[in-house]
């Protein structure tokens, strides 16, 4: 057991039979009574996002997780379908529990999935990836008094503000975490 003010952000746990990854986390202590903790977390069955309040001292129940290095291997639209690396099996996750991390799978990308009882779950990815910019924006000159940023649009059709000597053809690093631009690789 898991108790609530122990959640924090990207912990999973079990509750009313489905699995939950914390989104977000609040502790709220009034000037009188019981301190409460408000989660928003993720089904990762479903992808459906919940708010719950938990007065504190409640617990939630842990799960075990299996965690496997993997391969990206393509997008049925549906499902996107990952390889193991270690055994080859493939398995296949629901486009709506990845939801906007989509974006930054690349074809042969390595990846981290995690399983609960032999059942795919989450995909963890690396904290940069580099990628091609396809489509870049003309750069504005004149409006120079702050960092001038643009908007490019990558291989995966991930939008990133870059600076503007970014252009088109060039490999940026963009952080998966933010999804912002870091540094331009070439």
Not at 44 to 49: F, H
Not at 61 to 71: E, F, K, M, T, Y
Not at 122 to 151: C, H, L, N, S, Y
Not at 162 to 180: H, L, M, S, W, Y
Request: glycine letters at 8%; proline letters at 3%; charged letters at 25%.
């Amino acid at each position: 057991m898991i108790d609530v003010n122990d959640l924090r952000k990207g912990v999973i746990f079990e509750l009313d039979g489905n699995l939950y990854r914390v989104l977000d986390y609040h502790h709220h202590k009034p000037g009188r009574g019981k301190a409460t903790i408000r989660v928003k977390a993720r089904d990762l069955r479903s992808g459906a996002i919940i708010d719950r309040t938990f007065p504190s001292g409640n617990q939630v129940q842990d799960v075990q997780l299996d965690h496997h290095n993997a391969q990206y291997l393509y997008t049925d639209g549906e499902f996107y379908h990952f390889m193991d690396n270690e055994t080859f099996e493939q398995f296949a996750i629901p486009a709506k529990v990845l939801g906007d991390d989509a974006r930054f799978l690349k074809d042969g990308m390595e990846v981290k999935l995690t399983f609960y009882q032999s059942e795919p779950l989450t995909v963890e990815f690396p904290i940069t990836v580099d990628m091609e910019v396809v489509q870049a924006e003309v750069a504005v000159r004149g409006d120079t008094a702050t960092g001038v940023t643009k908007k490019v649009v990558t291989e995966t059709g991930l939008e990133v503000q870059v600076p503007a000597f970014v252009k088109q053809g060039d490999i940026i690093r963009v952080d998966t975490r933010t999804g912002a631009y870091v540094t331009r690789v070439s």
